[in-house]
Nanobody, 118 residues
């Protein structure tokens, strides 16, 4: 069975950095067509933050361009989201999603909470 487990969230001051991890089990990320990070702030819809296709092309929400970077470690079967220059509006629960042939492989996980506050 395929699972993703998100981790790495926490409380950070504005301007700080965090690296989120998405550990994938049950499928090799080599088999995936895409992987993505989403976030959901209280009272708001879940939005796409960053995505990476199997060919390593990436795209980002305008609000995080230049600050966030999605990457993967094939050996660790893990997807990362490096978040720099964090702002209070980045506060949200962050979720990882993986796709095979453009179809989601798993349901939503528990996510990891990121809180940006002084």
């Amino acid at each position: 069975q395929v699972h993703v487990v998100e981790s790495g969230g926490g409380l950070v001051q504005p301007g700080g950095s965090l690296r989120l991890s998405c550990a994938v089990s049950g499928v090799s990320i080599f088999e995936l067509s895409a992987m993505a990070w989403y976030r959901q702030a209280p009272g708001k819809e879940r939005d796409l933050v960053a995505a990476m296709a199997s060919g390593a092309s990436t795209n980002y929400a305008d609000s995080v361009k230049g600050r966030f970077t999605i990457s993967r470690d094939n050996a660790k079967n893990t997807v990362y989201l490096q978040m720099n220059s964090l702002k209070p509006e980045d506060t949200a629960v962050y979720y990882c999603k993986i796709y095979k042939d453009a179809v989601p492989v798993t349901s939503w996980g528990q996510g990891t909470q990121v809180t940006v506050s002084s």
